[in-house]
């Protein structure tokens, strides 16, 4: 399951739209993974991720 | 040292590499970096997530500014750079987007397709000549490949005004 899948599952009322800018998942190519850049959300915490 | 005849105050001594932008006429280029490099093999970003395209590849780069290893370009003359890059992706999608990265943070993003195949984004970028480096990052709605190519996903750069 992707970071983006857990999210979902976290957070079902978001869409697509939201991780163009107000939430930034990111993948530096670098073998680390994806992880969250930005979240400027403005009623949905930011979730920790495990 | 050059020495070069100056034809309205005489004779000035010109030191190579001390030339500015100011020492020249109006329309005259100069020889500052520049470089085109492109993805030769795919990649598949998670959904939603920008991800660092990576462009291994080299058309030119006429400064060794660019890095295939890192997918970076590092000018180590400083000014403004026009700075251009496309990403398509295998198949039509939604929510297709690229943007450029300086110093690891967004600075520029590009056209997003509801319904294509892929994104461009250009703009230009102040880059310190030591430090600064620019990447290119997209992002997709459905997980799938990039389909690279020549001319097809490209990162270009050059430098159109010195400092």
Do not use: C
């Given at each position: 399951?992707?970071l983006?899948?857990?999210?979902?599952?976290?957070y079902p009322?978001?869409?697509?739209q939201?991780?163009l800018?107000?939430?930034?998942?990111?993948?530096?190519s670098?073998?680390?993974?994806d992880?969250i850049?930005?979240?400027?959300?403005?009623?949905?915490?930011?979730?920790?991720?495990? | 040292m050059t020495v070069?005849?100056?034809g309205?105050t005489?004779i000035?001594?010109?030191?190579?590499?001390?030339?500015v932008q100011?020492?020249?006429?109006t329309g005259?280029?100069?020889?500052?970096?520049?470089?085109s490099a492109?993805q030769?093999s795919?990649?598949t970003p998670?959904s939603?997530?920008?991800?660092k395209?990576?462009?291994?590849s080299?058309?030119?780069?006429?400064?060794a500014?660019?890095?295939?290893?890192?997918?970076?370009f590092t000018?180590?003359?400083?000014g403004?750079?026009?700075?251009s890059?496309?990403v398509q992706?295998?198949?039509?999608?939604y929510n297709?987007?690229?943007?450029?990265y300086k110093?690891g943070a967004v600075?520029?993003y590009?056209?997003?397709s509801?319904?294509?195949?892929?994104s461009?984004?250009?703009g230009?970028?102040?880059l310190?000549?030591?430090?600064?480096y620019v990447?290119?990052?997209a992002?997709t709605?459905?997980?799938?490949?990039?389909g690279?190519g020549?001319?097809v996903v490209?990162?270009q750069?050059?430098?159109?005004r010195?400092a």
């Amino acid at each position: 399951m992707t970071l983006y899948d857990k999210i979902m599952a976290l957070y079902p009322e978001l869409q697509p739209q939201d991780f163009l800018t107000t939430i930034r998942l990111q993948n530096d190519s670098d073998g680390r993974g994806d992880y969250i850049a930005d979240w400027n959300h403005p009623t949905l915490p930011k979730p920790e991720i495990e | 040292m050059t020495v070069t005849i100056n034809g309205s105050t005489g004779i000035d001594k010109v030191q190579d590499g001390t030339i500015v932008q100011a020492d020249l006429a109006t329309g005259v280029a100069g020889t500052g970096p520049a470089f085109s490099a492109y993805q030769s093999s795919g990649q598949t970003p998670s959904s939603n997530t920008w991800t660092k395209i990576t462009f291994t590849s080299e058309e030119f780069d006429t400064n060794a500014n660019y890095d295939t290893s890192t997918s970076r370009f590092t000018p180590t003359v400083a000014g403004y750079y026009q700075i251009s890059a496309s990403v398509q992706f295998a198949t039509a999608n939604y929510n297709v987007r690229t943007s450029l990265y300086k110093n690891g943070a967004v600075v520029l993003y590009g056209t997003s397709s509801s319904t294509g195949v892929e994104s461009f984004v250009s703009g230009l970028a102040y880059l310190n000549g030591s430090t600064d480096y620019v990447e290119v990052y997209a992002t997709t709605a459905t997980s799938q490949a990039t389909g690279p190519g020549q001319g097809v996903v490209y990162f270009q750069g050059v430098l159109v005004r010195a400092a």
